[in-house]
């Protein structure tokens, strides 16, 4: 079952934690280790004197000939060891009699203390070192159980594959399960065609009461629960709400799950969801309306304020509060770019309302600004809200989108299709998926889903003029994929640039275009 189970006791306050981990542990080799790990895949230019200091100091931490950072635990285990670290079971730690040093941690930690860095995903830009401070994570943990007072109902049972260097699983879901003294099951699986499998095992064995997980990741569960009795029968016995974050879930998917539910315990389970991002810790907007449907989020969480600013014909959301980071370690200029004039950060996130003639409903998601990009002609193209046409029009056979076009005179798509698109062409999984794509009944349907999108354009800046289908999925090792699991659409361009530029040549061995 994963890697271990953590467990914490019951309302025991995060400052104290990170005081007695700061105490009794080497002090500095938290910051240290997280500096290493969320570093990978940043710009090495961008950080290197940073990225040197710290391997400058883990090495004298470490001693000479140690390739592990000095102090380095795996705190928390109920049972089990991890493999190169030495291990404290949670009970020893808790056990440990209170030093002069703890006081002196718990008396230099104040709502300004520095808990961590989290690097952004760098989804439009280079990733950023965003400061986590003891306010933010603590005020965020208590916004969020005012918000999904779910949390407080039962005793806590996550299982969780979301990755602890990413705010989703590191600041969401662990403070959760540390505020609430809940329980975490590590689910080694992940949303992935290879390791998929193991996490819904888990979820054969382990009944979560509250269970968050990305758009791919629900999918794959809502496929599984229309013929796995077992997983229907366990996952579904207790658990209060769904939650899912990181990128759209197509409406399709959740009528699936409702489908599931309602066979299995006779009605249908919350589908929370919301807006947030590593520089809200992550909580920021959740839904409160139960009759929530695909792209909305909802209202702010309690102390958070809100600012809706018009740019260029979009409306961009800010945020003032709490749980809002002080900026980007060591990075000044960035600091001041994303902060206006009122102290409210600029998230880059564009917003409309659910319903204009009532804003208690709370706002819709329309597409990040940074993502969006002008054709030749000057026309912005909206990318967020495009793309999720393309994924609905073609459901359940998309996995995700990523629009061309930037400077030329048609936008074009790039669609990575999902294991479904197999049942269309009747070949089995020892094919391989180019041949599959390549297959007359392929390429029927994903030309009806062109025709339609064209049929329902308005303009050049929402007509898919070109469309290709692509055999090799994105990858989390090149940055196509962020850790949270939604795509990298300046990632994926630039790793796929020959693609792009063939796409808009008619070069591409196969090419679909809107036919009258």
Request: aromatic share 6%.
């Amino acid at each position: 079952m994963g890697v271990g189970c953590f467990r914490s006791p019951r309302h025991l306050p995060l400052a104290v934690v990170q005081a007695v981990v700061a105490a009794e542990r080497v002090p500095e080799a938290q910051e240290v280790e997280v500096c290493l790990v969320d570093a990978r895949g940043v710009d090495p230019v961008r950080y290197e004197i940073d990225l040197n200091e710290c391997r400058q100091y883990a090495a004298q931490a470490a001693g000479p000939g140690s390739g592990a950072v000095a102090g380095a635990e795996a705190i928390g285990l109920v049972e089990g060891g991890v493999e190169g670290r030495n291990v404290t079971s949670f009970d020893s730690l808790c056990a440990t009699a209170a030093t002069p040093a703890v006081d002196a941690a718990i008396a230099a930690t104040g709502p300004d203390t520095i808990v961590k860095f989290l690097f952004t995903s760098g989804s439009t830009k280079l990733p950023k070192a965003v400061i986590n401070t003891q306010r933010l994570w603590c005020a965020n943990q208590q916004q969020m159980a005012q918000s999904m007072p779910v949390l407080a109902e039962k005793e806590l049972v996550l299982v969780d594959w979301l990755p602890w260097n990413h705010t989703f699983g590191g600041n969401h879901n662990v403070g959760m399960t540390i505020y609430h003294g809940g329980t975490l099951y590590i689910d080694d699986g992940k949303p992935t065609p290879a390791l998929i499998g193991e996490t819904l095992r888990n979820l054969r064995e382990i009944a979560p009461t509250v269970y968050f997980n990305v758009p791919t990741g629900f999918e794959a569960i809502a496929n599984a629960m229309k013929t796995d009795d077992q997983l229907r029968k366990t996952l579904l016995s207790r658990v209060q709400m769904f939650f899912y974050a990181g990128a759209a879930l197509a409406q399709p998917i959740w009528d699936s799950l409702y489908e599931s539910q309602e066979r299995e315990v006779g009605e249908r389970i919350v589908m929370g969801t919301g807006l947030g991002m590593t520089e809200s810790g992550p909580f920021g907007i959740f839904v409160t309306n139960p009759f929530v449907h695909a792209g909305d989020l909802g209202v702010p969480t309690p102390g958070l304020e809100l600012k809706l600013v018009d740019m260029q014909g979009k409306t961009e959301i800010r945020y003032r509060g709490p749980n809002i980071t002080p900026g980007y370690w060591r990075a000044p200029a960035e600091t001041a770019e994303h902060f206006d004039d009122e102290g409210f950060f600029c998230s880059g996130d564009a917003v409309k309302w659910i319903d204009e003639t009532d804003v208690h409903q709370g706002l819709k998601f329309d597409g990040r600004i940074a993502e969006d990009f002008k054709l030749a002609t000057g026309t912005f193209v909206s990318v967020g809200p495009l793309r999720a046409k393309i994924i609905a029009a073609g459901a359940p056979y998309v996995q995700d989108v990523v629009l061309t076009g930037i400077n030329l005179k048609e936008v074009g798509a790039m669609v990575f299709p999902t294991a479904a698109v197999r049942t269309l062409s009747g070949l089995d999984s020892s094919v391989p998926m180019a041949d599959v794509l390549s297959n007359s009944q392929v390429l029927a349907h994903f030309q009806t889903v062109v025709n339609e999108l064209a049929r329902n354009a308005t303009g050049s800046a929402n007509r898919i003029a070109r469309m290709c289908l692509l055999a090799e999925p994105p990858t989390i090792d090149r940055g196509e994929v962020t850790d949270k699991g939604s795509i990298n659409q300046r990632s994926v361009l630039a790793h796929r640039a020959q693609t792009v530029e063939a796409l808009h040549a008619d070069t591409l061995h196969t090419i679909l275009k809107p036919q009258a």
